[in-house]
């Protein structure tokens, strides 16, 4: 437990930088499963429609820092591999 007041206020901080992420994490979450739901439907209008939407918010929460730079791109390349081998 934060014995000191600036320990306690680094806590608060904390638990709130925490929930922001956590709430970031989920939403790229679940448009990343949206689009790959529409991938493997074969609905490619409404993924492709979908994709920038999804570069969008994980280029948001690489900003923030709750993921990593290089894991967003990761990700976005595998989401535009998928739609480019379905369109073939």
């Known amino acids: 437990m934060p014995i000191t007041a ?5 806590a608060r901080q904390n638990r709130r930088r925490r929930l922001g992420n ?4 989920d939403t790229a ?7 790959r739901k529409l991938v493997a439907l074969k609905k490619l209008d409404e993924a492709k429609a979908l994709l920038s939407k999804a ?7 690489a900003k923030s820092g709750a993921i990593k730079k290089n894991k ?4 976005k390349s595998r ?3 998928k ?3 379905k369109t073939k």
């Open 55 to 61: 570069y969008k918010v994980l280029d948001k929460v």
């Open 83 to 85: 739609l480019a081998a």
């Open 6 to 10: 600036s320990a306690k206020k680094a």
């Open 72 to 75: 967003a791109s990761r990700l």
């Open 79 to 81: 989401l535009a591999k």
């Open 29 to 35: 979450k679940a448009v990343v499963k949206a689009y």
């Open 22 to 25: 956590i709430k970031r994490k």
